[in-house]
């Protein structure tokens, strides 16, 4: 391994990514985390114990905050059961307005928020308006849609004009909501929205890093008139709080880890209540020959390092052809040096910070691991404490083979490994080589091409021509994960069925699904035998 080859170690600044320079006049965490703000945020959080959140880009505290222990996680349940029953019973379309009206209030004072996520999280603020803009259009979508997607539905019955169907949609009762800390608005009440909607309550357990954030949606949405006990949020420790959650929950979504994932669904089973899960990904772009590089290599940058890497549908693995690599990337490399890195309250930085150590942890493994295997760093690959304590630069590795840990483990980080391909079939079998299936990415100036090679990636959602935005943003399609990468999915009709519990009213008319008007049973038999086959000629449905 060469001197040029050898990531340096936390704590040298080395790089080539450019601070981002701070305005004048720039916001601190304690001009915006005031003890006044505090105090109304966690109002109505049970908590006898105390704990703290804090932000990336210095390691120091933001706030002290109550810590729910299981007695206060029941209470949160007992009290959201009985404001759920007077919600549901509010028509479908009052509770959509609450929805709209929460809309307005997001894009109003979106600049309050962004603030908080940028503080909680660490990322720039372009990417926390991502958040906003995602929280934005998933309200008006069911605020929109709620009550068609709710409304009764007739059915075809066993007897044409005998038997009337019709399928009715219940409430679930109370949702138990595990929110995870990388995009704490749009995965916490992004999520909770369809919810809402359909009639449930819900207790959220957002991560307490980031709980600031959830906390101010909770604030907002009651200001937009959701009755407060019908929101209830819990704070403290995932191995503590978490399973509580799942312990009295009506139905459970959860985002994060495979493996807590795992564990939830087990919980869940035991209890036979449903749960939806997205879980973790290795997501791929494939870029083909015919792709128009400079657009890849721009839209590369997007996909990879949004939110620092800490995306679940960002992408971890670049599949190039070989024809066009070498172009590929000397310009990818260009565009991943030149990104400015930042702790500004403000638009200007280009990518943020790691939320903490574990993450930077990892990503310094990943990298140091594949370094000493043989693996070229292209751009990046150090740490950058002259800017924050857990900021790494956009990296970019290229010779990444079996048994480097990038390789198939997520990284969740800045960090991205360039693979070059010969063929499509052979580009489409290593994108899908993988226990996971969140998403994926195809670029080509061929549409047609394009769209026969997304049927053959095995993710649950397909981007082409971009990397994650355009389908994510699509909320009337269904959005989540194949394989090891979860069960359910957002947004759409699924996205607000879930939260809903079927139900089949059969209304038999005049004759009875039974002999009658003289027949026995022999000709009752004949009689339903001639009927079935009348209906098949008649395509009946």
């Not at 307005?97 to 307005?104: G, K, P, T, W």
Request: charged fraction near 25%; proline fraction near 6%.
């Amino acid at each position: 391994m060469t001197d040029s080859q050898a990531p340096e170690k936390t704590g040298t600044k080395t790089g080539t990514n450019p601070p981002a320079p701070a305005p004048a006049g720039a916001r601190t965490a304690a001009d915006v985390v005031t003890p006044e703000l505090v105090a109304q945020l966690t109002k109505g959080v049970a908590g006898s114990g105390r704990t703290a959140n804090h932000t990336p880009f210095t390691g120091e505290k933001l706030a002290d905050l109550p810590e729910s222990t299981p007695e206060d996680v029941a209470a949160a349940f007992e009290r959201a059961r009985a404001a759920q029953a007077l919600w549901a019973q509010t028509p479908v379309r009052r509770r959509a307005e609450v929805l709209l009206a929460f809309h307005d209030l997001v894009l109003a004072r979106q600049a309050e928020v962004l603030d908080l996520i940028q503080l909680e999280t660490g990322k720039a603020r372009l990417h926390a308006h991502e958040e906003v803009q995602a929280v934005a259009v998933a309200a008006r979508h069911y605020g929109r849609r709620a009550a068609a997607y709710l409304r009764p539905k007739r059915h075809a019955g066993a007897m044409p004009t005998l038997t009337r169907v019709t399928e009715l949609r219940h409430p679930r009762g109370v949702v138990g909501q595990i929110a995870p800390w990388n995009y704490p608005l749009e995965l916490s009440v992004g999520d909770a929205l369809p919810a809402f909607a359909a009639g449930n309550a819900v207790v959220m357990k957002p991560d307490t890093e980031t709980c600031l954030t959830a906390l101010w949606a909770r604030d907002l949405l009651i200001e937009a008139g959701l009755p407060a006990e019908v929101f209830q949020v819990v704070l403290g420790d995932g191995p503590v709080v978490g399973p509580e959650v799942v312990r009295h929950a009506d139905y459970v979504s959860f985002t994060g880890s495979t493996r807590t994932g795992r564990e939830v669904a087990q919980g869940a089973a035991a209890r036979l209540v449903g749960v939806s899960l997205e879980l973790g990904g290795k997501n791929a772009m494939l870029v083909l020959e015919d792709a128009d590089i400079e657009k890849a290599a721009a839209g590369a940058v997007r996909a990879c390092f949004s939110s620092a890497g800490q995306l679940c549908i960002s992408i971890e693995r670049l599949y190039v052809h070989e024809s066009v690599a070498d172009a590929f990337l000397e310009r990818f490399a260009a565009r991943t040096k030149a990104l400015r890195l930042g702790t500004s309250l403000a638009y200007g930085a280009d990518m943020g910070s790691l939320v903490g150590e574990r993450q930077l942890e990892t990503v310094r493994r990943h990298v140091e691991d594949a370094v000493a295997k043989g693996a070229r760093v292209v751009a990046g690959g150090v740490a950058r404490p002259d800017i924050g304590p857990f900021f790494f630069e956009p990296t970019v590795l290229d010779g990444v083979e079996a048994p480097m840990a990038v390789c198939t483990e997520e990284t969740f980080g800045p960090v991205v490994s360039v693979y070059r391909f010969g063929s499509e079939d052979e580009a489409v079998e290593r994108a899908n080589s993988t226990p996971y299936g969140l998403n994926s990415s195809v670029w080509t100036k061929d549409a047609r091409r394009g769209r026969a090679v997304a049927a053959r990636l095995r993710t649950g959602t397909v981007n082409i021509n971009e990397g994650y935005a355009p389908a994510y943003g699509s909320v009337q399609s269904p959005m989540g994960g194949m394989k090891d990468s979860g069960l359910g999915r957002r947004h759409g009709s699924e996205g607000i069925l879930k939260y809903t519990e079927a139900q089949t009213v059969a209304h038999q008319r005049l004759l009875p699904m039974a002999p009658s008007l003289g027949m026995d049973d022999r000709k009752y038999a004949e009689f339903m035998s001639r009927s079935l086959k009348l209906m098949k000629t008649f395509r009946f449905r």
